[in-house]
C-alpha cells in the first residue's frame, strides 16, 4: 500500500473493529500502515456502536483551524430561494403521491420573480411519461391543487411573505437520462 506524502497532519481512522473477532489483529496493521506516514493519531473505530467516538473527536479537534464563521449566524442555508422553492414542491409530491409516487420526477423553477413583499412562482413538475403525469394531477386536478397549495403555505412561511405559485405538470420523456437537463434542473 502506497500512501501520497502530505504535510497536513493526518488522523489515521480504522473503521468497522466491532467487527474483528480478535482484536490483536489490529496492532500489526496499525503498525505496517504506520510505518509508511507519520500519523498525528490512529483511532480504531466502530462507527456502527460509536466505540471510540470520543477519541476521534479529542484526535481531531486540535487539527481543526480556527476562523471566522463563513456564514451570518441567522443564514439556513447556502442555496437560492429559486432552488428551495423546487425543493419544498418536491416534499409535498413525496409526502401526498406516497407509494403512487413516479420514479422519473423532478420539479423546475421556470419562472421566479419578486415584486415587492410578494414572490411569484412558476413551477413545472416534470414527469418521464404521460401515465406518471395523470397519478401527479389527480383526479379532477385535486392532488396537484393540494401538493400547490401546501407548498405555497409552506413557502410562505419560509420567505416572510405572499408567494404566487402556479405549477403545472409537463412530459419529458428520458429527462433523467439527458445530462444536460440534469444539471439545468441542480440535478448533479
Not at 467516538?53 to 439556513?76: R, T
Not at 420567505?159 to 433523467?176: D, S
Request: glycine share 6%.
Amino acid at each position: 500500500m502506497e500512501l501520497l506524502p502530505t504535510e497536513t497532519p493526518v488522523v489515521l481512522v480504522i473503521n468497522k473493529v466491532d467487527r474483528l473477532a480478535d482484536k490483536r489483529q489490529l496492532l500489526p496493521f496499525i503498525a505496517s500502515i504506520a510505518a509508511e506516514r507519520e500519523f498525528a493519531a490512529v483511532v480504531p473505530l466502530s462507527a456502527e456502536t460509536g466505540a471510540n467516538a470520543d477519541e476521534l473527536l479529542k484526535a481531531c479537534g486540535p487539527l481543526l483551524p480556527e476562523q471566522p464563521a463563513i456564514f451570518d449566524a441567522d443564514d439556513i442555508t447556502d442555496r437560492s430561494e429559486r432552488f428551495l422553492a423546487a425543493e419544498f414542491i418536491r416534499e409535498k409530491l413525496f409526502r401526498l403521491l406516497g407509494e403512487e409516487l413516479p420514479y422519473g420526477l423532478a420539479v423546475e423553477i421556470e419562472k421566479f420573480e419578486i415584486d415587492g413583499p410578494v414572490r411569484r412562482i412558476f413551477a413545472a413538475i416534470i414527469v418521464d411519461r404521460p401515465s406518471h403525469k395523470a397519478m401527479v394531477i389527480g383526479r379532477g386536478g385535486e392532488k396537484l391543487k393540494r401538493v400547490s397549495s401546501e407548498a405555497r403555505v409552506d413557502l410562505e412561511k419560509l420567505f416572510g411573505g405572499p408567494v404566487y405559485l402556479e405549477v403545472w405538470v409537463k412530459v419529458k420523456g428520458g429527462w433523467a437520462d439527458d445530462e444536460r437537463a440534469l444539471k439545468s434542473l441542480g440535478i448533479e
